[in-house]
């Protein structure tokens, strides 16, 4: 499973069952629900780790809202799900390049965050 968060909505993806696609799934709003909704969505899934899109500037240095992408991690973490951060940039701009702008951009972009994660785990 993979998110692109944002401070506004939250992109979900997760794997076809080979774990070798990733799929856009869903996208949340960032609200008081979205911790309980990614932690049912994990469970029904049977997903064993979460991997969240670690945003930076061009610089390689944390974007403003990488401050509390950390804190959700966090929370994610205190309860007792795996998370693990990976690289993304513009990822919601690529998303867009590819589909248009859609009411599953989000989830477009953390597809990718996703594709990328397991690209870099099979080399």
Same mark, same amino acid.
């Given at each position: 499973m993979? /998110?692109?968060?944002?401070?506004?909505?939250?992109?979900?993806?997760s794997t076809d069952d080979?774990? &070798?696609?990733a799929l856009p799934r869903a996208v949340w *709003?960032?609200?008081?629900?979205?911790?309980?909704? /990614? /932690?049912?969505f994990k469970n029904e899934e049977k997903i064993d780790l979460i991997v969240v899109g670690e945003s930076r500037n061009y610089k390689g240095e944390p974007n403003?809202?990488?401050? *509390?992408? +950390?804190k959700f991690r966090s929370e994610? +973490? &205190?309860l *007792?799900?795996?998370?693990?951060?990976h690289p993304e940039v513009l990822t919601t701009m690529e998303a867009r390049q590819i589909q248009g702008e859609t009411l599953m951009t989000d989830a477009s972009a953390a597809a990718l965050i996703l594709k990328s994660y397991i690209d870099s785990i099979k080399r």
């Open positions: 993979a /998110i692109d968060y944002g401070t506004k909505r939250v992109g979900i993806a080979s774990g &070798s696609f *709003e960032n609200d008081a629900d979205l911790i309980g909704k /990614i /932690i049912k403003p809202v990488m401050n *509390e992408a +950390e994610l +973490e &205190s *007792e799900a795996k998370t693990v951060l």
